[in-house]
């Protein structure tokens, strides 16, 4: 006789071979669960990066905007005021003044567009006003010759008037702007 109980039911013979299949089989399972959920772990986490990188550069981009818009309200304002005070052609030591503020302005809307602190639109309607003026004012003309002589010591900048102050038509003055190397950052 056997000292086996005969409640219990004698364990298969077939078990061990299941144990030695099945757990490599659960622990190869376990594992790919492992690197899926790692593989969507980095996903998410580079997701994350790249969302924060693009928010970082779209509030870059809104600070340079701002700035722009500050740098172009400062320049209009005080061509609006060097334009309110202009004196009397009679006054020759007036206008030597007026003019020299005009290009020192115009001047400084050159640095800042190299700059790329200053947007293109108001840049070129600005240098069309200047052509404009110049084209059909002799003694913007010969104040211009006497600045330039004078005045001025940035030969890019003399250059680049020269050119905009002699163009033909509007859309010249544009594409002389285009052509200008504008630096954003501001480094040489």
Same mark, same amino acid.
């Given at each position: ?51 924060? =990188?693009?928010?970082? +550069?779209?509030?870059?981009?809104? #600070? *340079?905007?701002? %700035? /722009?818009?500050? &740098? ?48 293109? =639109?108001?840049?070129? +309607?600005?240098?069309?006003?200047? #052509? *404009?003026?110049? %084209? /059909?004012?002799? &003694? ?49």
């Amino acid at each position: 006789m056997s000292n086996e109980d005969p409640q219990k039911s004698p364990r298969p013979h077939w078990m061990p071979l299941i144990n030695l299949v099945a757990m490599p089989l659960l622990a190869g399972f376990a594992l790919y669960i492992s690197n899926k959920a790692m593989t969507t772990a980095n996903e998410l986490k580079r997701e994350e990066r790249e969302h924060s =990188e693009q928010l970082r +550069h779209e509030e870059s981009e809104h #600070s *340079k905007q701002l %700035k /722009s818009l500050e &740098t172009a309200h400062q320049l209009y304002s005080q061509f609006y005021q060097t334009e309110k005070d202009k004196p009397r052609k009679s006054d020759d030591q007036q206008m030597d003044f007026y003019y020299e503020e005009v290009y020192r302005l115009q001047s400084l809307e050159f640095t800042f567009y190299k700059k790329g602190q200053l947007d293109r =639109e108001p840049y070129v +309607h600005w240098l069309r006003y200047r #052509s *404009k003026v110049y %084209k /059909s004012d002799k &003694t913007e003309q010969k104040q211009w010759e006497r600045i330039r002589a004078h005045e001025m010591h940035n030969p890019e900048f003399l250059a680049f008037m020269d050119s905009v102050l002699n163009v033909q038509d509007g859309k010249t003055i544009e594409e002389l702007v285009a052509k200008l190397d504008v630096n954003p950052a501001g480094i040489k």
